[in-house]
């Protein structure tokens, strides 16, 4: 069982909602991702995704896409993206990491350390799922064959628009939980429809039967509190980013912290 499963397993036995925050790797300081991966789990965070910075995110909102731009100018790629899990790991061995991101880091990195370096490097480091925008489940299979041999999990995006076929093809592949983007659009944008998310959810459990994470217009701990009446997990992202963007290095985790707080405390209301 990956430690993915382990989590929502856990969660659900004493009914709870899994907290999934993210950030962009190296934002806003280079050296404080693990600092600040720490902080989310103290504050309640059930599973961590990262994002890998790469320079064309197309299904990134403008907050998310500056983030990654500053972590590129940083120095940030996936070596190092791969080097914060590791550091973040010496202290945390149960809490899940999620990398997400686009395609052509990932190849990049098996074209520059070899075939395979990619997953088998991942698995090394502590990360246990991969998101990939912009691989589609049927071109998959391989990856995540090799993923699951390393004990990771793909775990791939749902959209309002996503067909009954397009559902059915991301249950034969995916594993740990999918990732349903509540919205039309890019991330971070305004208007959440909770009462429409909790009309698709039904629709993609019947193929689905891993756990639904819904994210993309999730910004405060209301909007949280209802998507997690619905949903198995609450993805918050562009609304950290925007919290931590100006902080100076030794606010970052405590505002993080602050913020999260109350997101949990409203989810297990």
Known sequence: MSRIATTFAQLQEKGRKALIPYVTAGFPFADITPALMHGMVEAGADVIELGVPFSDPMADGPVIQKAGEKALSLGIGTAQVLEMVRQFRQRNQSTPVVLMGYAN?????????????????AAAAGVDGVLVVDYPP???????????????????????????????QVARVASGYVYYVSLKGVTGSGALDTAAVEAMLPRIREHVSIPVGVGFGIRDAATAQAIGRVADAVVIGSRIIQLIEDQPHEKVVAVTIDFLRGVRKALDA
Do not use: K
């Open 105 to 121: 880091p990932v190849e990049r990195y098996d074209q520059i350390h070899g075939a395979g370096a990619f997953v088998r490097d």
């Open 138 to 168: 049927e071109e998959c299979e391989d990856f995540a064959a090799a993923l699951r041999a390393h004990g990771m999990d793909l775990i791939f995006l749902l959209a309002p628009t996503s067909t009954e076929e397009r559902m059915q």
